[in-house]
């Protein structure tokens, strides 16, 4: 059942996503929410706290979507991680306007870095999963499915930040670097992953 919070939450995402976190005020989203500024932060009493929540929101989404692609593998490591940096990418166009605010100073002196730290263990736990699937059905030999996980989306994470890196410093989001960021993204897995998997023929 879905609680106020979670109302609160949705209807908060829809303008920190078009606007940014910084642009945005509890009053805007008071009002998107038809209560007053006062009900808004009896929930929330300041808006970082509303930050926190709804980047846990997104990032459950996304982990959930990712295990279902997980339960799909079928000795086809590439093939999956494709899937994955895909519907990574569909959700930084979505969000491409609070990627570029993750990246900002002022988040991370607000106790959002801490949220953002879980939110990175929690994918390196997703990657570590594959990738000790693949090893089990002996797709590839990893001599640290941990470092190897890390070591990964360490890269990945990387390149999306390098592509994006003028957008976080000029604040003028351009979700067209997706596209940019997901075809360099699936280039360096290719080039990582594909001498590396063991022929079944």
């Known amino acids: 059942m879905e609680t106020k919070k979670d109302q609160i939450v949705q209807v908060a995402l829809k303008r920190f996503a078009h606007y940014g976190f910084n642009k945005t005020t509890m009053s805007e989203i008071a009002v998107d929410l038809n209560i007053t500024k006062a009900n808004l932060y009896y929930y929330y009493p300041d808006k970082n706290s509303l930050i926190k ?27 999956i991680l494709f899937q994955l940096l895909e519907l990574r990418a569909e959700y930084l166009k ?10 900002l100073e002022w988040i991370k002196g607000q106790g959002v870095g801490t949220v953002l730290e879980k939110m990175h263990n929690k ?3 997703v990657m570590r999963d594959l990738f000790q699937r693949a090893v089990d059905a ?3 030999v990893l001599d640290d499915v941990d470092e190897a996980a890390t070591s990964y ?23 067209y670097n997706v596209d940019e960021i997901l075809a360099s993204q699936k280039r360096v897995t290719k080039f990582m992953f594909s001498n590396k998997l063991i022929s079944k023929n």
Not at 54 to 77: A, G, M, P
């Open 153 to 175: 989306l360490e890269v990945i994470k990387g390149l999306s930040l390098i592509r994006s890196v003028a957008d976080v410093l000029s604040g003028m989001p351009n979700a």
């Open 53 to 79: 929540d709804v980047l846990v929101f997104i990032s459950e989404d996304i982990i959930r979507n990712e295990y279902k692609l997980l339960d799909t593998y079928s000795e086809n490591l590439l093939t």
């Open 138 to 140: 002996r797709e590839i």
């Open 123 to 125: 994918d390196v736990l």
């Open 94 to 103: 979505e969000y491409y306007v609070l990627h570029i605010s993750e990246n």
